[in-house]
């Protein structure tokens, strides 16, 4: 018949294909046993994979990527099947003890789900996880009002905006305003549409191409791990490759010599791509070997414009104090010259001064000055040390000279200075740690006041204007004569050691981020050297004789050397040696010698991942500040049994690979006490129990990752107590719980009331933060608690997928200034009143469908924090 197919199969075909479908069927109860195991392992082995890509794409929108719809939905698959695999195991006793029926459908879907889960694993190997996400077109910068600057502004802004001018030059004098001017540039094209992309790069003294590629990498989103192994020219061909579709300003400050943008990558501007590029320098020369269409001098402010910026510096009260201040005033401000820098910190230093006499001694000293410099750039530096010089006590002024140790422009991180300042004594950090560091906090800002130092963007760090650093150089070696006491060629691209005449003299030295590879020199003499900067070159090598005499040295920085993996036996030489960083480099062994460094009050071997062991650690007794967070080192029982003899111990970090070293660690109080960061990684206890006793109101900071971990009991013992409530770990200050499984609930964070920052994340379990049976039952024990979080500065929430509550009812959050909640579908409110937060600032970052779609305590919180 037409149209017709006719098939034929043989009888034993028939027969196989029959006899398969009943041995399949007949497996559902027979192999029952083995196919459960069979799917929690595969299960097991599917979590994995998504922990692993979890992580991986983590990383990767911590660099401002977005993940694909992909790799979402197949997360969301994993999810569902996770919850479906638990529910069918949960359920397995009672459905296989029904009857026969029962028990063949439960194996038929414990059949089905392990074909579910392998077509899931085999669907979870993805390359490309994430795209990079429109970049800001341009990053506003903070600058302080200014005065003078406007009709600068606009005459700039003005000649960018012709045609026929594609680059432009700004120069003047140190201190007289050009990197505010540039800032201001940048800020005004915020709100506009004029470019594609604003990049500002600080240049500096001696610049480095691959330095700046980098910045500029970064502000366009492609700078990674990887890019930072690629070649030079590399790196140029992609810059231009970005760049050259786009209409891009480049801002750079601060340059010295002839900076070639084509060799970065950048195409030069010109009247098609309409770019611009705008730099700024102390010398018109320069503006000229940039061959700028334009060049602008930025002047020193008129006189009644410098009289007004002294003025508001100063303060009307200051200026009132007495009838002839306002006089010899306006005499200081012509000694200033009309440099904003001078009238910024001679203003700040004659704020607090409000006698007569005062003023006239002033006046006096800046007068001698400016009888004995007659060049103009030369004056500026002894106007600054008048106010270096009028620094309330020697300890500040020591403060100030140690910023000059890094590069210019550096940005120096708060919390390290304040190392340094410790461990070479120039704070006192023997009695009461905790108070040594407040000390160099109250230090950091009355230096920033004086306006000697500059808050950086990000509060954590410090900046240094080149002007000041140039007059703290100068003073140090002796105003120019004993250039060799403070030896600074930090980011001065040095392969070498440089030459020294008489090491007998130096005092300090800094040759931190540059190339060096070896170390050949035989220092000798050195015996007043007390501070050694070599952190961030590319050391391979130390001679064994480099060290033999530096028995004077407090401070040595060798970190981030990734391929120095051991140190001289002679480092055993440095007996008054206080502060060690090894951190990021590849060393291997500590050696033998390093127990002869009684004296160390400070060791950093963070993220030394080659380094294998720490073993006679206990002889180090003075040790007060011990780092190995992310080192290789094996901390086991062993490890611990040293720590405990360090009875000196203010502040550890560490990363535990087993949960019963954990569990012994936290019940020693006081390792438990000043732990600083702590992380365990992949172990699976049933629980962990901790007993805790009176802690001591020292604070310091946790970092805790706890994957599965069930639980986490505190055993509360109270003993000596004058507080009905106990506060177990007063210290705390960071928690970070991430990539933890099986745990339900944080409510031990209830006995962490200094608690500042909190984040969670990819932890799959979790249902609520703070548990509303747990917390009643632990008052029905303890005692009534406080709120909690009343110090929580920062919450960020990420990848919760069972997470319904952090609270069932409204905190206060008196710090509470950052709140971030990403993919946590399942929190369907905020513990949020329309007074949660006040005065506090707080920012929400959040989908907002979600956050628009979530349930509020009220329309008044709803339009508070959810405005429509």
Not at 250 to 279: A, E, M, Y
Not at 490 to 506: C, F, I, N
């Amino acid at each position: 018949m037409g149209g017709c197919v006719s098939v034929s199969m043989s009888c034993d075909q028939t027969l196989n294909q029959v006899g398969r479908f009943l041995s399949e069927k007949t497996n559902y109860i027979h192999k029952l046993k083995e196919n459960v195991e069979t799917l929690e392992i595969a299960t097991q082995e599917l979590k994995d994979i998504r922990d692993d890509l979890l992580t991986r794409l983590y990383l990767e929108e911590e660099q401002g990527q977005r993940r694909l719809a992909t790799v979402q939905r197949w997360l969301s698959n994993v999810e569902r099947i996770e919850s479906q695999v638990n529910h069918l195991l949960i359920s397995g006793p009672t459905e296989i003890s029904r009857n026969f029926k029962s028990k063949f459908d439960y194996g038929e879907r414990v059949f089905k789900k392990i074909k579910e889960v392998q077509v899931l694993k085999s669907r979870g190997d993805f390359r490309v996880m994430a795209q990079r996400v429109p970049i800001p077109k341009v990053e506003e910068r903070l600058i302080q009002p200014v005065v003078g600057l406007e009709t600068v502004v606009e005459n700039v802004r003005s000649s960018l905006m012709k045609d026929e001018v594609g680059t432009l030059g700004l120069y003047g004098m140190g201190g007289v305003g050009k990197t505010t001017l540039l800032s201001q540039i940048n800020n005004n094209f915020v709100d506009t549409d004029d470019f594609d992309v604003v990049i500002w790069v600080v240049v500096s003294k001696d610049p480095q191409i691959e330095s700046i590629q980098e910045t500029i990498l970064r502000r366009l989103g492609r700078c990674d791990e990887e890019w930072k192994h690629k070649k030079e020219n590399e790196k140029a061909s992609e810059i231009k490759q970005i760049l050259k579709s786009k209409r891009y300003m480049l801002l750079l400050d601060d340059i010295w010599s002839k900076v070639d943008i084509q060799k970065i990558g950048v195409p030069l501007p010109t009247r098609t791509n309409r770019c611009k590029v705008v730099f700024t320098t102390r010398s018109k020369a320069v503006c000229s070997e940039m061959r700028a269409d334009v060049e602008k001098e930025v002047k020193c402010l008129a006189l009644d414009e410098a009289w007004e910026l002294f003025r508001m510096r100063v303060g009307d009260i200051t200026l009132k104090s007495h009838p002839e201040i306002p006089t010899v005033a306006r005499v200081i401000t012509q000694k200033c010259y009309g440099l904003p820098l001078a009238l910024n910190v001679i203003g700040e230093t004659m704020s607090s001064r409000r006698t007569i006499r005062e003023w006239s001694h002033a006046l006096d000293v800046l007068t001698s000055f400016a009888s004995e410099f007659s060049g103009m750039q030369d004056k500026i530096l002894p106007i600054l040390k008048f106010s270096y010089d009028n620094l309330d006590d020697e300890m500040l002024r020591k403060c100030l000279q140690y910023c000059a140790l890094f590069p210019e422009d550096y940005e120096i991180d708060k919390e390290e200075l304040v190392e340094y300042w410790i461990c070479e004594g120039i704070i006192d950090g023997n009695k009461d740690r905790g108070r040594a560091m407040n000390h160099g906090y109250e230090i950091m800002g009355t230096l920033v006041r004086a306006c000697l130092l500059m808050e950086y963007e990000h509060t954590d760090f410090l900046k240094m204007h080149d002007m000041v650093r140039e007059m703290a150089l100068w003073i140090t070696a002796d105003l120019g004569r004993n250039k060799e006491s403070f030896i600074v060629k930090a980011g001065a691209r040095l392969s070498h050691v440089p030459e020294v005449k008489d090491w007998r003299v130096v005092h300090k030295m800094s040759l931190m981020e540059n190339q060096i590879e070896r170390i050949n020199t035989c220092p000798c003499g050195t015996t007043k050297l007390v501070t050694l900067f070599l952190q961030n070159n590319n050391l391979v090598n130390i001679s064994e004789q480099f060290f033999k005499y530096m028995t004077e040295l407090k401070v040595l920085d060798l970190s981030s050397n990734e391929s120095l993996t051991q140190l001289p036996a002679e480092i055993s030489k440095l007996v008054s040696l206080q502060y060690l960083n090894l951190s990021r480099t590849g060393i291997e062994m500590l050696p033998v010698g390093i127990k002869e460094l009684r004296k160390l009050i400070h060791l950093d071997l963070e993220y030394t991942h080659k380094l294998e062991s720490v073993s006679g650690i206990s002889s180090l007794w003075n040790l007060q500040v011990l780092r190995l967070y992310e080192s290789n080192v094996p901390l086991d029982n062993g490890l611990v049994k040293e720590l405990q003899f360090l009875e000196h111990l203010k502040l550890l970090t560490l990363t535990l690979k087993d949960a019963s070293v954990m569990e012994r660690l936290l019940n020693i109080y006081s390792l438990r006490n000043f732990t600083r960061y702590l992380s365990l990684d992949k172990c699976i206890p049933k629980s962990i129990r901790i007993s805790l006793m009176a802690e001591s109101s020292d604070r310091c900071s946790h970092e805790m990752a706890y994957p599965n971990i069930s639980g986490i009991q505190i055993d509360w013992k109270q003993q000596n107590m004058t507080s009905a409530n106990p506060m177990c770990f007063r210290s705390l200050t960071r928690v970070d719980i991430v990539n933890c499984e099986g745990l339900r609930d944080l409510t031990w964070l209830i006995y962490a009331p200094s608690l500042t920052i909190l984040r969670v994340e990819m932890s799959f379990q979790i249902e609520e933060i703070i548990s509303k049976e747990k917390l009643l039952k632990a008052e029905n024990e303890e005692g009534k608690f406080t709120k909690p979080f009343l110090k929580l500065e920062s919450l960020s929430l990420r990848f919760l997928d069972a997470v319904k509550s952090i609270y069932w009812s409204p905190l206060p959050f008196p710090a509470l200034k950052r709140l971030k909640i990403f993919r946590c579908s399942t929190l369907m409110k905020l513990p949020l009143n329309s007074q949660s937060a006040k005065g506090c600032d707080l920012v929400i970052d959040a989908d907002r469908i979600w956050l628009q779609g979530i349930e509020w305590e009220d329309e008044a919180t709803k339009n508070r924090f959810c405005p429509s």
